[in-house]
């Protein structure tokens, strides 16, 4: 049954404008195959349980250098409690509306990183009645695509950027995947982006080759692709452009989470006031932090909930 909006508020002391990312909070069930999936059988595994969600992944990346708001909704049950303790345990402070059930994402990790993700977002659609005074204090508003596909949030979503709009709040967006952007809608994205006109659109190389980026830049809109180990781009609003390197990492097992943290690092170096190389490279330097544990979070497996395996 949808229970009504039942927001928490943990607050943190600052006094500086934070960070405001909406969208979701879900826990990540990663599953690390010890070789290819045999289907119809076993294949031995690792799994690990985490904390997920694009725009929770990014607001605790971001919130040990700038103040740090995430906004959304989680269910009503102890997998949310758990959920949005760890989050604000990051430093991160939690505008949260509870009901329904927590969300859950199966992310099934290949031995060279590279993932692929079975969602079930579960109460991160049901983000209602946002209070528009969430922006009052705000330097920058990320907004994840995933928010924009169906559902209340992506109502409240739209409804958040036509504030942002109204006061003048700058907004970052993510182009977060590209089977979402088609359900969103290629050409209706475009459109949104122009209209935003945002700080920065974060894409990786897929979703760039998905909007087609290349052939019809989006004029006046500064674009970061990414492209895993490859240089970084920022074309420029003004058409200039900028390639950085990225150092090489040992040991990549899981490159979950490792754009949003890229998106943490650039946001935070732009709220400081840092250049257009040193936004990518301390994206560069968050995103190489959660390359080689399991899910969105930084740190060694050991670290991490104990594995399962299965044989």
């Known amino acids: 049954m949808d229970a009504s909006p039942t927001p928490v508020h943990r607050t943190v002391d600052r006094v500086r404008p ?95 990183g590279e993932r692929t993700f079975l969602p079930d977002r579960g109460a991160a659609g ?23 596909l169906g559902g209340r949030t992506a109502a409240s979503v739209h409804a958040l950027l036509g504030t942002a709009a109204e006061r003048g709040v700058p907004v970052s967006l993510d182009a977060s995947s590209w089977a979402v952007l088609r359900a969103y809608g290629l050409e209706a994205y475009r459109e949104l982006v122009l209209r935003v006109r945002p700080v920065a659109l ?51 097992r899981d490159s979950t989470g490792a754009g949003d943290a890229f998106a943490a690092g650039w946001l935070s170096a732009r709220m400081e006031g840092l250049g257009a190389r040193e936004r990518v490279e301390r994206g560069h330097s968050l995103a190489r932090q959660v390359l080689t544990s399991p899910g969105a979070g930084a740190g060694p497996p050991g670290a991490r909930e104990t594995a399962q395996e299965q044989m």
């Open 126 to 148: 049901e983000l209602h009645d946002v209070d528009p005074g969430e922006l009052d204090d705000v330097a920058v508003l990320h907004v994840p695509a995933y928010g924009l």
């Open 202 to 252: 974060f894409a990786n190389a897929d979703e760039a080759r998905a909007l087609d980026l290349l052939d019809r830049p989006l004029a006046g809109v500064r674009v970061v692709t990414k492209d895993g180990p490859r240089p970084t781009t920022v074309l420029e609003a003004d058409g200039r452009r900028l390639r950085v390197p990225v150092d090489p990492v040992d040991g990549v």
């Open 18 to 112: 934070c960070l405001a990312v909406v969208g979701d909070l879900v826990e990540d069930v990663v599953v690390w195959p010890d070789g290819p999936v045999r289907t119809g059988t076993d294949t031995r595994s690792q799994v690990f349980h985490s904390r997920g969600g694009s725009a929770a992944n990014v607001a605790a990346a971001a919130a040990a250098r700038v103040p740090t708001r995430w906004l959304g909704c989680v269910g009503a049950d102890p997998l949310g409690d758990r959920l949005l303790a760890e989050l604000a345990s990051a430093g991160v402070e939690v505008r949260a509306q509870r009901r329904g059930r927590t969300g859950t994402i199966v992310v099934l990790v290949a031995p060279d």
